[in-house]
């Protein structure tokens, strides 16, 4: 069975910093393309970053470019996300989610970590 | 940026009857290259991450029951529940991944009449 499990979410101050991890298992985690995608309580899903399979090609939306960075550790089926700068805009359900046939085409998608931003 | 619009905001449909939900994108998904829709329909319930339904705008996803259905091409986009089951509650998003930004529809909530 496929999972995905993030961790590390939680409650930061304005300017702070956070790590976000999501393991895998169930699927051979170096051959997906792989994701963060979040959500502000009661708002629509928004891309945040995805990374290639051998972490070459990356990309990020513009509001966290400069902020954020994405990373992957395939030894240990691992993705990550490391937040600077954070502010209250930032407050979400952070998902990890696999993508499949297309870089952007989540077919997998963790239960998600909480982080929220506030003083 | 591609912007993704979706409409009705909140039909309410009785059980057992067709639900639509339409969905528009500012500009062509459509990548010439492979002939494919670069949009996906997505159903998320309270408190769980959002489930893929249909991809390349009419492709079902394994495991996705058959009353759902996706159609269209280009910019125009629409998701059918041929049958409404009471299951069928959720939001519903269409998303474009043909571009950076990925970006999402403002979401459908679907209720029972």
């Known amino acids: 069975e496929v999972q995905l499990v993030e961790s590390g979410g939680g409650l930061v101050r304005p300017g702070g910093s956070l790590r976000l991890s999501c393991v895998g298992s169930?699927?051979?985690?170096?051959?997906?393309?792989m994701s963060w995608v979040r959500q502000a309580p009661g708002k629509v899903p928004e891309w945040v970053a995805n990374?290639?399979?051998?972490?070459?090609?990356?990309a990020y939306v513009d509001s966290v470019k400069g902020r954020f960075t994405i990373s992957r550790d395939n030894a240990r089926n691992s993705l990550y996300l490391q937040m600077n700068r954070l502010t209250d805009e930032d407050t979400a359900v952070y998902y990890c989610a696999r993508s499949y046939l297309s870089r952007a085409l989540y077919d997998q998608w963790g239960r998600g970590t909480l982080v929220t931003v506030s003083s | 940026d591609i912007v993704v619009t979706q409409f009705p905001d909140s039909p309410a449909v009785s059980l057992g009857e067709r639900a639509t939900i339409n969905c528009k994108s500012s500009?062509?998904?459509?990548?010439?290259?492979?002939?494919?829709?670069?949009l996906a329909w997505y159903q998320q319930k309270p408190g769980q991450p959002p489930k893929l339904l249909i991809y390349w705008a009419s492709t079902r996803e394994s495991g996705v029951p058959d009353r759902f259905s996706g159609s269209g091409s280009g910019t125009d986009f629409t998701l059918t529940i041929s049958s409404l089951q009471a299951e069928d509650v959720a939001v519903y998003y269409c998303?474009?991944?043909?571009?950076?930004?990925?970006?999402f529809g403002q979401g459908t909530k679907l209720e029972i009449k």
């Open positions: 500009q062509s998904v459509l990548y010439s290259s492979n002939n494919k829709d670069y």
């Open positions: 169930g699927f051979t985690f170096s051959t997906y393309w």
């Open positions: 998303q474009q991944y043909y571009d950076t930004p990925y970006t």
């Open positions: 990374i290639k399979e051998d972490g070459s090609e990356i």
